[in-house]
């Protein structure tokens, strides 16, 4: 990960500038330049991934143009021959080719990247400052308003909170013009529905999949690899193995005395030989580390901070422990081909429209989580199943193939790898569980317990009510909102709610945001 800021006007006090722009710089700490021009102020914090050279440092110029940009563009390498008689490439850094790339194409550029990116822009052609973020929002951007009314964006939250009345994320999939949030990129939107047979469908999932994880393998620094025994996890790490010479090093974690997942990860690494290794966790180290974990994430939302607890303390772990600076996950599997919840989806279209609010919200629960629980560790996340092509390939496959009418969800994914035996057929085939379930069901009951006791009845009535905006509606959501609202004062706009099944279906109208409230929840957690 990196960390960018820029300052659209002139007259911040360059103090102030760097004072906030220092809150992130677990984000980027090989390096840090911050440039004053006449126009504004760009700063960058680096993690150095590709180009590692100091030529690969930011801000990039061109003729009083800047850019910072945190992001992997890929297949930058077939761009920059393209752009090569245009402009004289110093380094080998894939954010290199934004601003020639931009000379040539404007904000045509934008659409134009396969890329997980946030960027800031000085187009000292027009006088203009832009801004853009890639179509899922997998890297982070913020944006409020100074006293004055000038325009201030950045990686996270908590450098504009000092700076900014209202703080709010940058819309996934738009960039920023001349005062205008301009959509370049819908990836929910379907032009034409794929209505091939299941065969066809499943083997181009597969085929997708497996390009968008071998080209997330290239790095010029260390990739490691989360794996926590579910589906999603142990496909990427399978096709990561088959694509690697050596053995690729997975880290799963538990809690102590009920770890779910840590057997199945195990399993998973042994059969396709990867190095393996297994941290764990104790309600102690929860319960020290929540307030951490909430400053960190800059959200109240349940779900979110039950399963960053676990993903944060291994990436400490790795962090401390390795020299791995790139971590594979399996986010996003979810939002495409389904939930526990969805299985109660009463028809294809509300299959559909399901996944597509839960892609357009991504960046604020699971996209948000892994970012901040691997950046705060000054780690880079890469997110195999949000690889453009992937997303739009599964979204446009007729919903009525999606829903689960195959006795196990997800069935289009598990079936695509079915022939490959690139994972145990009881692991392919396995009930899923909760990340936050996964790691031990002890975890969450010990933060529910924890939150108990916090509260009377009367407190909680009183104090909940104070909430307009997504309203506290337990004690455990209570407690995560005071801790919230302490670190991110009035800030609350930025998570549009709590992330819930959808209660308007039979079977889904629960008040526990976890799949172990539900009906069909079965062997999940086994």
């Known amino acids: 990960m990196c960390s960018i800021m820029g ?3 002139k007259g911040i006090d360059g103090a102030l500038f760097a004072e906030s722009f220092a809150e992130t710089v677990s984000r980027g700490p090989d390096d840090t330049r911050i440039i004053d021009f006449e126009e504004g102020t760009f700063g960058f914090h680096r993690l150095a991934i590709m180009g590692l050279t100091e030529e690969g440092m930011q801000p990039f110029s061109l003729d009083g ?8 563009i890929y297949g930058f390498e077939k761009l920059k021959e393209e752009l090569k008689d245009e402009y004289e490439f110093k380094s080998g ?3 290199e080719i934004l601003l020639p790339m931009y000379r040539r194409y404007k904000e045509k550029m934008f659409a134009m990247l396969d890329a997980e990116y946030a960027m800031i822009m000085y187009d000292s052609e027009t006088g203009s400052f832009l801004a853009a973020r890639d179509p899922i929002g997998i890297r982070p951007l913020y944006y409020g308003y100074d006293e004055n009314g000038v325009m201030v964006m950045a990686s996270e939250p908590r450098s504009l909170k000092g700076l900014c009345k209202s703080v709010m994320p940058f819309p996934p999939g738009h960039y920023y ?8 990129k819908d990836s929910t939107k379907v032009e034409k529905v794929v209505t091939d047979e299941l065969e066809t469908i499943c083997g181009n999932i597969n085929q997708k999949l497996v390009d968008g994880v071998k080209k997330r393998l290239v790095a010029d620094a260390k990739v490691g690899f989360l794996l926590s025994g579910g589906l999603d996890s142990s ?14 090093k997975t880290f799963a974690i538990g809690m102590e005395k009920d770890a779910i997942d840590l057997k199945y990860a195990k399993q998973v690494a042994d059969y396709i030989g990867s190095d393996h290794t297994e941290v764990y966790m104790n309600r102690e180290q929860v319960l020290e580390t929540l307030r951490e974990v909430i400053y960190n994430l800059g959200t109240f939302d349940i779900t979110t901070i039950r399963a960053s607890m676990g993903m944060y303390l291994l990436c400490k772990w790795i962090h401390e422990n390795t020299d791995i600076r790139v971590l594979l996950t399996g986010e996003i599997s979810d939002e495409l081909f389904g939930y526990k919840y969805t299985d109660f989806a009463p028809d294809a279209k509300s299959f559909q429209e399901e996944s597509q609010k839960r892609i357009r919200e991504l960046h604020m629960y699971d996209v948000l989580r892994a970012d901040r629980c691997i950046s705060a560790n000054s780690l880079e996340a890469r997110v195999p199943f949000g690889d453009l092509d992937f997303v739009d390939y599964v979204m446009a496959i007729d919903p009525a193939k999606k829903l689960n009418t195959y006795g196990i969800g997800k069935y289009l994914l598990r079936h695509a790898f079915e022939e490959d035996k690139l994972l145990p057929y009881d692991i ?22 924890y939150a108990e006791t916090k509260y009377t009845e009367e407190e909680f009535e009183a104090k909940r009510a104070q909430y307009t905006h997504a309203a506290p509606f337990t004690k455990e959501s209570l407690l995560y909102r005071e801790i919230f609202e302490e670190f991110y004062p009035g800030q609350a706009g930025m998570i549009i709610d709590f992330w819930m099944p959808n209660k308007q279906w039979e079977g889904c109208n629960v008040n526990d945001p976890s799949a172990r409230v539900l009906s069909n929840y079965g062997a999940s957690g086994q």
């Open 428 to 449: 392919l085939f396995r009930e899923k569980a909760a990340f936050s379930d996964a790691v031990g069901h002890s975890m969450v009951d010990d933060l529910k317990e």
């Open 177 to 184: 013009k001349d005062g205008e949030f301009i959509c370049y």
């Open 93 to 95: 850094s894939d954010c």
């Open 235 to 248: 496909l990427v790490c399978a096709i990561a193995q088959r694509e690697s010479k050596t053995p690729i």
């Open 65 to 72: 143009s800047y850019v910072v940009c945190n992001g992997e």
């Open 7 to 9: 300052y659209f006007g």
